[in-house]
C-alpha cells in the first residue's frame, strides 16, 4: 500500500483528485471525513473510498491514515491545515492555501514546527507540459509579455447557492481561477514587483482582471471570470517568437504551438497524463523523503503576496509595489 491519504471534506473536486490516485501507485485514498456522517458515506460509496467518517477530528485521529487532502472553501484552509499537522497528517491543501502571506507563512511554520509535509495543489504544475512550457522558453528569445486568462460561467450568482461566491469563505475570481494565471506568469517571469488590479465585485469579484510587472521589464496580464464563458488560455511573446497553450491549466490536450517570427508554427505536444497523478506522486514522494515538494513554502508566498497586492490594488484603485 502507497501512502494512505484521507479527503477532510467532501468537496465536488475531490472526484477529480480520487480519479487521479487510482493512476498512482504511490497514494491510497483510504477515507472521506464530512461533519455529516450521511454525505460522507455517499461520496466514500460513489468514489469507492473504504471507509466514511462524521467529523474531520475522527479523520485526523486515525492512526491508519497518514496524510489528508484538504479541499474546505478558501478561508478554511489554513486552520485545518495546522490542525492536521499537528496532529501528525502531511497535508496537501487545495490552492489557493490563503490570500495572505501570514497566513501561509503560519501553515508553513506548522509543518516545519511537526517535521511535516505541507504542500499548495496547483495539480497543473505538476504536469510535463508545465514542465515542457519552460523547456521552451528559450524559443521565443527575450520573454516580454505573459498574457493569461481562465473563466467559466456559475449557474446562480446568487451567494447562497455557490461557496465561491461567498465573501465569508473568500470565495471570488481571483481566488477560484485567476490564481492559475497569477501561478502562470510566476512560473515564467519569477516573482512581480508591482501590480495593478481592477475587478466587477458583488458579494465577491465576479470578473477580475491584473497586471503585473518584473524587473526584468517582463509584463503579464490576465483577466478571470465565474460569469463568463468557459475559457483558458496562456501565452508567452517574446521578442523572437512566442508560445501558446490553447489547454494550460486542465492539461488534457497538452499541446504547445511555438510561433516562429516568420509565422510559422510548430506544435509540440507534451506527455499525456493526469495532472492529479502527477500532484500526488510528487507529495508521495517529498512524504517519503525522495525530494521536497515542487510548491513548498517560498512558491507559496509568492503566490499569496501577489493574490494579496492584486486585491489591494482593487480596492485603492493604485499600482502596488510588493
Known amino acids: 500500500m502507497g501512502l494512505r491519504l484521507g479527503l477532510l471534506s467532501t468537496a465536488h473536486i475531490n472526484a477529480k483528485l ?48 497518514d496524510a489528508v487532502y484538504i479541499s474546505l472553501p478558501n478561508s478554511m484552509h489554513v486552520d485545518w491545515s495546522v490542525r492536521a499537522l499537528e496532529a501528525g497528517k502531511h497535508v ?32 497543473w504544475r505538476h504536469h510535463p507540459q508545465a514542465k515542457r512550457l519552460v523547456e521552451l ?10 498574457r493569461a486568462h481562465f473563466s467559466f460561467a456559475l449557474d446562480s450568482l446568487d451567494p447562497a447557492s455557490n461557496i465561491r461566491l461567498a465573501g ?27 501590480v495593478t488590479g481592477q475587478g466587477v465585485f458583488d458579494e465577491v469579484d465576479l470578473r477580475f482582471t491584473g497586471t503585473l510587472s518584473f524587473e526584468s521589464g517582463v509584463l503579464a496580464h490576465f483577466d478571470c471570470g465565474v460569469d463568463t464563458a468557459d475559457r483558458a488560455e ?4 517574446g521578442s523572437a517568437g512566442g508560445l501558446l497553450l490553447r489547454d494550460p491549466f486542465h492539461s488534457a490536450e497538452p499541446v504547445i504551438e511555438v510561433r516562429a517570427a516568420d509565422g510559422s508554427v510548430e506544435r509540440v505536444e507534451a506527455e499525456r497524463d493526469n495532472p492529479y497523478a ?45
Open 92 to 123: 496537501l491543501c487545495e490552492k489557493p492555501l490563503a490570500r495572505s502571506v501570514e497566513q501561509v507563512e503560519r501553515a508553513f511554520d506548522a509543518a516545519d514546527g511537526a517535521g511535516r509535509v505541507l504542500a499548495e495543489a496547483f495539480m
Open 18 to 65: 480520487v480519479a487521479g490516485a487510482r493512476l498512482a501507485d504511490e497514494v491510497d485514498v483510504v477515507a472521506v471525513a464530512s461533519r455529516d456522517l450521511a454525505r460522507a458515506n455517499e461520496q466514500a460509496s460513489s468514489l469507492e473510498i473504504p471507509r466514511a467518517l462524521g467529523s474531520y477530528e475522527e479523520l485526523l485521529s486515525d492512526p491508519d491514515v
Open 168 to 194: 465569508e469563505l473568500e470565495g471570488g475570481a481571483l481566488m477560484d481561477v485567476g490564481c492559475y494565471c497569477v501561478s502562470a506568469a510566476r512560473l515564467v517571469a519569477g516573482e512581480p514587483e508591482a
Open 278 to 322: 502527477c500532484e500526488l506522486r510528487d507529495f508521495a514522494a517529498a512524504v517519503a523523503g525522495d525530494r521536497s515538494p515542487l510548491l513548498g513554502r517560498e512558491d507559496a508566498v509568492g503566490q499569496a503576496r501577489a493574490i494579496a497586492a492584486l486585491y489591494e490594488s482593487a480596492g485603492s484603485g493604485a499600482r502596488v509595489r510588493l
Open 137 to 146: 522558453l528559450p524559443r521565443v528569445g527575450e520573454v516580454r509579455v505573459v
Open 234 to 237: 496562456l501565452e508567452v511573446a
